[in-house]
């Protein structure tokens, strides 16, 4: 008997694990579906990582205009290309002194 209860505790286990990662896996495909116009969204937390700011820098590109950003629910967002707009207008090449 002591068996049964110890392989039906095993296989519990594993299904808890899996159900943790279909968890995650939902996570991160509703994470990739927040979009507008079929272009993605990013939060905040990932325009921080993605260019290594603070979040002051962050705020004062919002403020001077200069990243677009849009507020739904109360929470801001920032589409992809703009992003990328604003790295391409950020960007200074250097030239080589000859």
């Known amino acids: ?17 899996r159900f943790d990662l279909l968890s995650e896996h939902i996570t991160n495909v ?5 979009s507008v116009d079929g272009e993605e969204l990013l939060d905040n937390q990932d325009i ?7 979040g002051r820098s962050l705020q004062r590109y919002r403020s001077s205009g200069r990243l677009p950003y849009y507020t739904i629910s109360g ?11 604003f790295i391409r207008d950020s960007f200074t090449a250097r030239v080589a002194k000859t």
């Open 75 to 85: 929470k801001i967002y920032y589409k992809l290309s703009d992003v990328h707009q």
């Open 1 to 17: 008997m002591n068996l049964d209860r110890i392989e039906f505790l095993s296989w519990m286990e594993r299904i808890i694990e």
């Open 30 to 34: 509703d994470k990739k579906r927040a």
């Open 48 to 54: 921080l990582q993605m260019l290594k700011i603070s």
